[in-house]
Protein backbone atom coordinates (compact mmCIF):
# COMPACT_ATOMS: atom_id res chain seq x y z
CA UNK A 1 0.00 0.00 0.00
CA UNK A 2 2.74 2.36 -0.12
CA UNK A 3 2.92 3.11 -3.57
CA UNK A 4 5.25 1.13 -5.92
CA UNK A 5 7.74 -0.26 -3.73
CA UNK A 6 7.89 -4.11 -2.56
CA UNK A 7 9.53 -3.39 0.69
CA UNK A 8 9.68 -0.55 2.83
CA UNK A 9 13.03 0.30 4.80
CA UNK A 10 13.07 2.85 7.64
CA UNK A 11 16.29 5.47 7.28
CA UNK A 12 17.21 7.21 10.74
CA UNK A 13 15.41 9.92 9.54
CA UNK A 14 11.77 8.41 8.79
CA UNK A 15 12.56 6.74 12.32
CA UNK A 16 13.51 10.24 13.87
CA UNK A 17 10.46 11.86 12.54
CA UNK A 18 7.94 8.83 12.54
CA UNK A 19 8.93 9.03 16.82
CA UNK A 20 8.02 12.75 16.72
CA UNK A 21 4.69 12.60 14.96
CA UNK A 22 4.00 9.64 17.58
CA UNK A 23 4.49 11.99 20.34
CA UNK A 24 2.15 14.68 18.80
CA UNK A 25 -0.44 12.15 18.29
CA UNK A 26 0.37 10.41 21.94
CA UNK A 27 0.13 13.84 23.42
CA UNK A 28 -2.50 15.85 22.02
CA UNK A 29 -4.49 12.86 23.22
CA UNK A 30 -3.77 13.51 26.56
CA UNK A 31 -4.04 17.11 26.68
CA UNK A 32 -7.51 16.36 25.91
CA UNK A 33 -8.56 13.63 28.10
CA UNK A 34 -10.42 15.72 30.20
CA UNK A 35 -12.82 16.48 27.60
CA UNK A 36 -14.77 13.13 26.12
CA UNK A 37 -14.14 12.63 22.39
CA UNK A 38 -12.73 15.69 22.44
CA UNK A 39 -9.60 15.28 20.08
CA UNK A 40 -7.38 15.40 17.10
CA UNK A 41 -6.24 11.74 16.90
CA UNK A 42 -8.97 11.19 13.67
CA UNK A 43 -7.68 13.86 11.94
CA UNK A 44 -3.76 13.05 12.22
CA UNK A 45 -3.85 9.57 10.96
CA UNK A 46 -5.70 10.44 8.37
CA UNK A 47 -2.92 12.66 7.55
CA UNK A 48 -0.38 10.73 8.32
CA UNK A 49 -1.62 8.25 6.29
CA UNK A 50 -2.31 10.32 3.18
CA UNK A 51 1.30 11.66 3.78
CA UNK A 52 3.22 8.59 4.69
CA UNK A 53 1.43 5.29 3.68
CA UNK A 54 -0.05 2.76 4.83
CA UNK A 55 3.50 0.95 6.42
CA UNK A 56 4.49 3.87 8.28
CA UNK A 57 1.55 5.12 9.67
CA UNK A 58 0.87 1.44 10.93
CA UNK A 59 3.71 1.82 12.99
CA UNK A 60 2.79 5.06 14.59
CA UNK A 61 -0.78 3.57 15.35
CA UNK A 62 0.96 -0.09 16.98
CA UNK A 63 3.06 2.83 18.87
CA UNK A 64 0.21 5.22 19.94
CA UNK A 65 -2.11 2.25 20.96
CA UNK A 66 0.64 0.51 23.21
CA UNK A 67 1.32 3.66 24.69
CA UNK A 68 -2.20 4.57 25.24
CA UNK A 69 -2.67 1.21 26.77
CA UNK A 70 0.34 1.52 28.71
CA UNK A 71 -0.18 4.98 30.25
CA UNK A 72 -4.24 4.46 30.89
CA UNK A 73 -3.58 1.14 32.43
CA UNK A 74 -6.03 -0.72 30.28
CA UNK A 75 -4.03 -3.52 28.53
CA UNK A 76 -6.82 -5.91 28.05
CA UNK A 77 -6.56 -8.84 25.72
CA UNK A 78 -10.16 -7.75 24.38
CA UNK A 79 -10.10 -3.78 24.86
CA UNK A 80 -6.28 -3.33 23.42
CA UNK A 81 -7.43 -5.19 20.11
CA UNK A 82 -10.58 -3.48 18.85
CA UNK A 83 -8.72 -0.01 19.77
CA UNK A 84 -5.56 -1.53 17.30
CA UNK A 85 -8.66 -2.27 14.78
CA UNK A 86 -10.42 0.84 15.02
CA UNK A 87 -7.40 3.36 14.38
CA UNK A 88 -5.51 1.14 12.16
CA UNK A 89 -9.14 0.99 9.61
CA UNK A 90 -8.14 5.04 9.06
CA UNK A 91 -5.13 3.95 7.25
CA UNK A 92 -6.70 1.07 5.17
CA UNK A 93 -9.70 3.44 4.54
CA UNK A 94 -7.46 6.50 3.08
CA UNK A 95 -4.58 3.94 1.28
CA UNK A 96 -6.92 1.41 -0.18
CA UNK A 97 -10.11 4.28 -1.00
CA UNK A 98 -9.43 7.65 -0.67
CA UNK A 99 -5.81 8.20 -2.34
CA UNK A 100 -6.30 10.59 -4.89
CA UNK A 101 -8.97 12.65 -2.87
CA UNK A 102 -7.66 15.69 -1.31
CA UNK A 103 -11.01 17.94 -0.72
CA UNK A 104 -10.74 18.98 3.46
CA UNK A 105 -14.48 18.94 3.41
CA UNK A 106 -14.76 15.22 1.59
CA UNK A 107 -11.77 14.45 3.72
CA UNK A 108 -13.84 15.64 7.15
CA UNK A 109 -16.80 13.60 6.03
CA UNK A 110 -14.15 10.39 5.65
CA UNK A 111 -12.95 11.46 9.42
CA UNK A 112 -16.21 11.32 10.69
CA UNK A 113 -17.23 8.22 9.12
CA UNK A 114 -14.09 6.74 9.98
CA UNK A 115 -14.99 8.22 14.04
CA UNK A 116 -18.06 6.03 13.81
CA UNK A 117 -15.93 2.98 12.59
CA UNK A 118 -13.42 2.91 15.54
CA UNK A 119 -16.15 3.70 18.14
CA UNK A 120 -18.08 0.52 16.76
CA UNK A 121 -15.03 -1.54 17.21
CA UNK A 122 -15.59 -1.66 20.82
CA UNK A 123 -19.41 -3.45 20.47
CA UNK A 124 -18.20 -6.76 20.44
CA UNK A 125 -15.44 -6.27 23.43
CA UNK A 126 -17.89 -4.43 25.49
CA UNK A 127 -20.78 -7.08 24.86
CA UNK A 128 -17.93 -9.78 25.90
CA UNK A 129 -16.71 -8.01 29.26
CA UNK A 130 -20.17 -6.79 30.19
CA UNK A 131 -22.40 -8.80 28.34
CA UNK A 132 -23.94 -5.60 27.74
CA UNK A 133 -26.73 -5.55 24.84
CA UNK A 134 -25.15 -4.09 21.63
CA UNK A 135 -28.31 -2.00 20.93
CA UNK A 136 -28.09 -0.46 24.50
CA UNK A 137 -24.17 -0.07 24.07
CA UNK A 138 -24.92 1.83 20.59
CA UNK A 139 -27.70 4.20 22.19
CA UNK A 140 -25.56 4.75 25.60
CA UNK A 141 -22.40 5.86 23.43
CA UNK A 142 -24.00 8.01 20.72
CA UNK A 143 -23.32 11.11 21.94
CA UNK A 144 -19.73 9.91 22.43
CA UNK A 145 -19.33 8.94 18.83
CA UNK A 146 -21.27 11.91 17.51
CA UNK A 147 -18.56 14.27 19.74
CA UNK A 148 -15.92 12.07 17.96
CA UNK A 149 -17.20 12.17 14.77
CA UNK A 150 -18.10 16.50 14.66
CA UNK A 151 -14.48 16.53 16.42
CA UNK A 152 -12.95 14.54 13.56
CA UNK A 153 -14.82 16.51 10.54
CA UNK A 154 -14.02 20.46 11.75
CA UNK A 155 -10.65 19.42 12.39
CA UNK A 156 -10.14 17.47 8.72
CA UNK A 157 -11.92 20.00 7.23
CA UNK A 158 -10.17 23.18 8.85
CA UNK A 159 -6.14 21.77 9.45
CA UNK A 160 -5.82 19.25 6.61
CA UNK A 161 -4.94 21.87 3.60
CA UNK A 162 -2.47 23.59 5.97
CA UNK A 163 -0.99 20.87 7.58
CA UNK A 164 -0.48 18.69 3.95
CA UNK A 165 1.50 22.10 3.23
CA UNK A 166 3.70 22.08 6.22
CA UNK A 167 4.49 18.49 5.33
CA UNK A 168 5.47 19.38 1.64
CA UNK A 169 7.31 21.93 2.88
CA UNK A 170 9.64 19.78 4.92
CA UNK A 171 9.65 17.11 2.28
CA UNK A 172 7.96 14.82 4.58
CA UNK A 173 5.89 12.37 2.08
CA UNK A 174 5.95 8.98 1.50
CA UNK A 175 7.32 9.42 -2.72
CA UNK A 176 10.48 12.02 -1.40
CA UNK A 177 10.68 9.16 1.52
CA UNK A 178 11.01 6.46 -1.16
CA UNK A 179 13.28 8.15 -3.39
CA UNK A 180 16.22 8.84 -0.75
CA UNK A 181 16.25 4.65 -0.02
Request: contains cysteine.
Amino acid sequence: MDGNNKSVKLVARDITFMAMLTAILFLQEEALTFIPNVQLTVFLILLYSKKLGFFRTSIIVIVHVILDNLVMGSFNLVYTPAMFVGWMLIPIVINLFCRKIESPIALGIIAAVCAFMYCWCFILPTYLLYNMDPLKYLISDILFEVILAVCAFVSTSILYKPCSKLFDKFRITKTNVSNEL
